[in-house]
């Protein structure tokens, strides 16, 4: 499994349709992907929300970024994450 940080940011329409339920659904969505939601939080900046979230792979991840997208109405930047130690390994091999 891979991390990645799903940034999000709301229209008017989907802020509008901000709910419990449909946080409910956005986690189901990632399960269905073969992923888990680790973490959802508000943002007060540059984006309004940020989903960290283990997927599969890329694949799974360009879904669920549009998936996520069609289905709320905001739109997401998904980005790999590594954690800093595998990172320090792969820049030690340098």
Known sequence: MATYFMFGNYSAAAMAKASPARTAEVSKLIKDLGGKVK??????????LVLIV??????????ASVALG??????????AALPVDEFDKIISEL
């Open 54 to 63: 283990d997927l599969p792979g890329e694949t799974a991840a360009v879904k």
């Open 39 to 48: 973490s959802i939080h508000a943002l007060l900046g540059d984006h309004d």
């Open 70 to 79: 069609r289905m709320t109405g905001i739109s997401f930047t998904t980005c």
